[in-house]
């Protein structure tokens, strides 16, 4: 009798297990996963925060609405920690053990430019929203990505765009010592060389990644008197420069350029200077399409806050990652990365598209001037932006091509 009894157990413990199987397996097929390989500690911890607040918004306004080809929405997070190799032990988790059908990327260039080749291996598509190395669509580029956040390249010519047209004839330059300030410095200097031949760069000064004492480069940053200064500086370490760099005198004596996102901006608070020449990549009060009203609306009334670049940029990819799934008809990567070539999609920002052969947005920057506002008592904004559109500064298709012919 025991032993019937036993098998009657067993049997109910394996109909319950493999019932228990069915339903995990019908709810995932029920389901479209999304991996985010976020930098969620350290430096990269005002971003993720960002990030992440921009894709809950999407995705509880997509379940709400039924879902995407019928099925609902869900995010998984892993943390890369601002390390290329644990980012992509991270995405290789994501694809394998979690079953994701897609991909957002990280913050950090670095740990993008590992994930992405992680990305090709399986074939699953990774979006980038916030790393931005140019060499993710150049030398480093595979077609299971696409980027919607303008890239490095984008932003140093951008500048140069930005600053030819000021009356300075003499620049300096300060960034930190890594890929993203060399990628950006090169493209600034390249750029003024075509546009304003007779600018000459006086001093270049790069910085450690990770210093926060900048007492002794800004004597040498100011020594030969540029009349404007470009910094690749970002973040937290650009509002300690600036804040540090006040009592120098410098922005009295130079004008100054730099990432004015609106997470620096509050950060560095009314330390921060006015007259201040910057850009972002995506400032919501200097964009005036229905949809960035309605989100910010969204946006604050569920956070309190209102959205930084990075909120609306990681959106961004949402929206162009599901109407590509959307018109493929199916969550194959396969299928949808043919989509992606030359998709045009309704973004925040406006109609955009990516280009067929680097998987690029056709994202520009703002430039504007830093102001005080009354709406905005804890921080400036800027004022009098002007976008300054990718067709104007991002790289040929035949550049592109150059580039990856070189690397081979």
């Not at 060499?135 to 696409?146: E, K, N, R, S, V």
């Not at 300060?174 to 300030?181: E, F, K, L, S």
């Not at 949809?291 to 959205?307: H, I, L, S």
């Not at 990567?333 to 406006?350: A, I, P, Q, T, Y």
Request: net charge positive; aromatic share 10%.
């Amino acid at each position: 009798m025991k032993s019937k009894s036993k098998m009657k157990m067993t049997v109910l413990f394996s109909l319950l297990l493999l019932s228990f199987i069915l339903v995990a397996n019908q709810a995932a097929a029920e389901t479209i996963k999304l991996g985010f390989i976020a930098d969620v500690s350290g430096i990269g911890a005002t971003f993720f925060k960002s990030q992440k607040a921009g894709i809950d918004l999407f995705i509880e306004e997509v379940n709400a609405a039924g879902g995407i080809l019928g099925k609902k929405l869900e995010l998984v997070v892993r943390d890369a920690q601002l390390k290329p190799d644990i980012g992509a032990n991270m995405a290789r988790e994501l694809i394998l053990s979690e079953k994701c059908d897609f991909l957002i990327g990280p913050t950090s260039s670095a740990v993008a430019l590992a994930v992405t080749k992680v990305a090709l291996e399986y074939k699953k598509i990774i979006y980038f929203h916030t790393s931005n190395a140019e060499a993710l669509t150049t030398t480093d580029f595979q077609p299971f990505m696409f980027q919607v956040v303008p890239n490095t390249g984008i932003e140093g010519r951008g500048m140069a765009v930005a600053l030819a047209g000021r009356q300075a004839q003499n620049y300096g330059y300060i960034g930190p010592d890594y890929a993203y300030g060399h990628d950006q410095y090169n493209a600034f200097v390249k750029k003024m060389a075509e546009l304003k031949p007779e600018a000459k760069i006086v001093e270049t000064v790069w910085v450690k990644l990770g210093e926060t004492n900048y007492s002794p480069f800004i004597p040498t940053l100011m020594a030969k008197n540029p009349e404007a200064v470009f910094s690749s500086f970002w973040g937290g370490g650009l509002s300690t420069f600036i804040k540090q760099a006040k009592p120098y005198g410098l922005f009295k004596k130079a004008t100054f350029s730099g990432l004015f996102d609106l997470d620096l901006l509050r950060a560095t608070g009314n330390d921060m200077p006015e007259g201040l020449v910057g850009y972002a990549r995506c400032p919501f009060y200097a964009v005036n399409t229905p949809e960035m009203k309605a989100f910010v609306q969204k946006y604050y009334g569920k956070n309190k806050e209102y959205p930084a670049d990075w909120a609306i940029m990681a959106y961004d990819g949402m929206i162009a990652l599901t109407e590509a799934v959307k018109k493929a008809g199916t969550t194959d990567s396969e299928k949808v990365v043919k989509v992606l070539d030359g998709l045009k999609f309704k973004s925040l920002r406006g109609d955009l598209f990516i280009r067929p052969e680097d998987h690029m947005a056709n994202v520009g920057i703002y430039v504007g001037v830093t102001t005080k506002d009354a709406k905005y008592k804890d921080h400036l904004i800027m004022k009098d932006v002007v976008a300054i559109p990718a067709e104007k500064v991002m790289l040929s298709v035949d550049e592109v091509k150059k580039l990856r012919a070189g690397k081979k």
